[in-house]
């Protein structure tokens, strides 16, 4: 039912309209899907503005989309005071 459920939400975020965040996925997933990694993103220094984990995800999806992916898989995340920090993989859909 798991696998079922992961299918059918990126089915869903792949066809909605409107603007598209990337979205973040598992180790898993990648694998799973095949998907090819595009770069990494990495989110450091924030000066407080990337304060929670909702923040950290929404800054990690914003920069996968500007390199031009669709997906994301964070490598390593840790809290360092009032900031949170990250590196992830980009990746979009495998070509076929």
Do not use: C, W
């Not at 039912?1 to 066809?15: E, G, N, P, R």
């Not at 309209?17 to 694998?31: I, L």
């Not at 899907?33 to 304060?51: H, R």
Request: charged share 25%; no cysteine.
């Amino acid at each position: 039912m798991k696998k079922y459920t992961l299918v059918a939400s990126l089915l869903i975020s792949a066809v909605s309209s409107g603007a598209m965040a990337a979205d973040s996925v598992s180790k898993e997933e990648v694998d799973h899907f095949k998907l090819v990694k595009i770069g990494t993103v990495n989110v450091s220094q924030s000066g407080g503005a990337i304060s929670s984990p909702s923040d950290l995800k929404d800054k990690l999806s914003d920069l996968a989309d500007e390199k031009g992916g669709k997906y994301y898989h964070i490598v390593a995340a840790r809290q360092h005071g009032p900031n949170f920090e990250a590196v992830a993989d980009v990746y979009k859909d495998a070509d076929k």
